[in-house]
């Protein structure tokens, strides 16, 4: 069942081009972070934990000291 914090994260109805493009980034950085993640790509301090229903997910976001999940993350994003 869907909370009203995945329904900001993963809205239920697409209607638009701009709305599916952010659909997809999202998505996007869900798979990345959880495979660099599970492959320990990146250090724990590269992470973000998000929480979607009772499941804990990482993200990877910007950090300073680590130029990759900086660069990774710009990367993904880089068509707002």
Do not use: H
């Not at 069942?1 to 998505?27: D, G, Y």
């Not at 869900?30 to 250090?43: D, E, K, N, Q």
């Amino acid at each position: 069942m869907a909370t009203a914090q995945n329904a900001v994260v993963f809205p239920s109805k697409i209607s638009t081009e701009q709305q599916s493009l952010m659909l997809v980034k999202r998505l996007l950085a869900v798979a990345v972070s959880c495979i660099t993640y599970l492959r320990g790509i990146f250090p724990e301090s590269a992470y973000g934990t998000r929480y979607m229903d009772d499941l804990s997910v990482k993200i990877l976001r910007e950090d300073k000291n680590c130029p990759g999940s900086t660069q990774l993350v710009k990367w993904y994003w880089r068509y707002d």
